[in-house]
C-alpha cells in the first residue's frame, strides 16, 4: 500500500510564499517521476514535475516563481511557490510514478489536495 500525504497549504496575501511537501511512504521499490497538479475551477493543470535524474519541468504560469525538489532518501517532494498571486488559487495534488516492492506493478499514486488561497 502506497501512500501520498500533502501539506503546507493555506492562505497568504499576493506576493508571499509557501512551500508544499508531499511525503510518500509504503511499499515503494522506486520512484520514477513525482509532480504536482493544481485544480481551480474549471481548469486543471501540471504546475512541475520532477524526475529520478533530476530533470524538472514547469507550466508556464510558474516559471520563475516556483520551485520543485524532492529528497530521494525521505521520498518526499516540495513546491516552494514564491510571489503568489490570485490566481495561484487551486487545491493543489502531487502524484507519483513508482513500482510498487509489493506487487512489482507501476502506477501513478496521488495525494488527497491541500488548498491554497492567495487574497488580500
Known amino acids: 500500500q502506497v501512500q501520498l500525504a500533502e501539506s ?3 492562505l497568504v496575501q ?3 510564499s509557501l512551500r508544499l511537501s ?3 511512504s ?3 521499490f522506486t520512484i520514477y517521476a513525482m509532480g504536482w497538479y493544481r485544480q481551480a475551477p474549471g481548469k486543471r493543470e501540471l504546475v512541475a514535475a520532477i524526475t ?3 530533470s524538472t519541468n514547469y507550466a508556464d504560469s510558474v516559471k520563475g516563481r516556483f520551485t520543485i525538489s524532492r529528497d530521494s532518501t525521505k521520498n518526499t517532494l516540495y513546491l516552494q511557490m514564491n510571489s ?3 490566481e ?3 487545491v493543489y495534488y502531487c502524484n507519483a510514478d513508482l513500482q510498487d516492492s509489493r506487487v512489482g506493478v507501476r502506477k501513478v499514486y496521488w495525494g488527497q489536495g491541500t488548498q491554497v ?3 488580500s
Open 26 to 28: 509504503g511499499s515503494i
Open 117 to 119: 488561497t492567495v487574497s
Open 8 to 10: 503546507g497549504g493555506g
Open 88 to 90: 495561484d488559487t487551486a
Open 14 to 16: 499576493p506576493g508571499g
Open 84 to 86: 503568489l498571486k490570485p
Open 52 to 54: 529520478s535524474g533530476g
Open 22 to 24: 508531499c511525503a510518500a
